[in-house]
């Protein structure tokens, strides 16, 4: 019960505690317009260029741009405890660290998976990219599929924040890194082969593949095995960055690099 | 069973400068310490700045791991029962850091009670009482942006107690508080500790310590130079005198020939707004103030006094090793 309360309650309130200086004026400008210049830069390139179509352009930026808060957001859990001084507070309480720190990211993959889908809607209707209905309850799952497997890169970065002072750094490192590797802009085809490599297990890869296959008219059981693909990376992503953040807490805890990294 | 036991408690930190070449230097923060503070017992740790006592704070509430020795909290070890020695300890520091500004006070406390597994019924009779006790019942729903200083410190103190701990630790939680604000806060560490709790205090304004304490250690450079009742380190100095001289600009070399001065003890200086008052001890019986106001030259003196010495005499004696 105490651990469900702390996944839950605490998740939200931790979400709230940190990040109640997003006002409507910083969150609509970074969460919902600069996505579209993105997907606006990439479509008119590709239009320019002839070499894919709009909703190509559309479902990649749309998806890939959920990282902004997945992995911002993530890092700034530990971060902005570092800066409030919470830190040391939060880590002398017996809360299990499991849903302590997994509890934190729910409110994440749901404001990755908002962000996405309001990129999808508005994205199309300014390309007049036409998805099919039967298609939009499978994008549903995908988008939030993918939010999920991002917020699990996003734990990494948050457990980096043990060790490193700035957290942003390694979010922006990383936005970049998902843009260029993942087929966002450049179908892994077209990609040198080690780097189509380093796609298969990254998060986004995937559920972009499925995406764009489902808004091109394929039903969810074609895509089912990437949607699984997507799912158990994320999967993978979220223990690894939860081992992570025990390894360095413990690190920080022998190195006494808690509040001075 | 002591409710807090160090044994031999050591702590060294790696610290690395340099870019090309790196150089690595260890500091001993805590050079092996022994104490033990009894279960309902006050316990203050004084020292000046640096000299470990917040290094040792860390280690008992589990943020540091010790380089060597050993700390148990009610018989647990902080490193191997770390969870456990975190549901016994209730931990506050001060300063104006430590609470998600953001939130209201009330969300500051309902997060942590959470965090501590405080179950919802409990959080609804324990929050109204703490928030009574800190002061801050009719501000609770406010944000903790708007709170005053020692609000804020106070708002620290009713989180620590969240999940009434038996032991509480305060790591100078009276730093940068208005004197009222100081003492009401004291006010409240006394309470705690009419309560029964286990209160290590960490301070370095004497009198918080003597009004408060039953026990002190005093701690310099990573080791404990004194410990016993405010009344037992006071007798260290119980065969001096302290001469106060209230001086306009002090000359240079005044102060050393004031150190090298037959007599002297031990000298220290407080830097007021226009004055330093000069804080000189001396074995009782000897007439010295003559002697000073030659060493201190053509300085403008003001106000020279002589009194019995207090707990702080007593802790610069400790601390200077004079």
Redesign the interface.
Known sequence: ??SL??FF??GL??Y???F??LTPWILIPSFLIAPLFQILLFAYIGRTTHLESDRFYVIGNALQYAAVPCLFAMGNTIGGERF???L????????GRLP?FIGRSVPVIANGFVVSGFALVTGSALLGVHVPISAVAPLVLVAAVTAFSCTGLGLCNAALGLRVRETAVTSNILFGFLLVFCGVNVPLSSLPAWMSTIAEGLPLTHGIAAARQLAGGAGLGKVAGLVGAELLIGCIYVVGGYALLRLME?ES????T?EIA | MAAIEAEKLR?T??QTSGFVRRRTKTIEAVRGIDFEVNEGELFGLLGPNGAGKTTTI?ML?????PTSGAARVLGHDVVHSA??V??N?G?V?G?D???????SGL??L???S????V??KVQKRRIPELLELVGLMGREKERVEGYSRGMKQRLHIA?GLLHDPPVVVLDEPTIGLDPVGARELRNTIAELAQAGKTVLLTTHYMYEADALCDRIAVIAEGEIVAEGTPTALKSVVADRTVVEIEAYGLPAGALERVRASPGVTSVSVEEREHVQLLLVQAPKGLELTQQLLGCLGDVRVGRVAAREPTLEDAYVSLVTGS
């Open positions: 019960m105490t309360r702390i309650v605490g309130t931790s709230r505690a940190l109640n200086w409030q001084h919470t040391p507070l939060v880590l002398t309480t017996p809360a302590l413990i805890r022998r190195r006494g808690l | 702590r930190y790696r860390k509430v589990t943020l540091l791991i969870r456990t975190r549901r300890i931990y520091f300063g850091r430590g609470a998600y500004e953001r939130l969300d500051n309902r997060y942590f959470e965090l501590y597994g179950p919802p989180r």
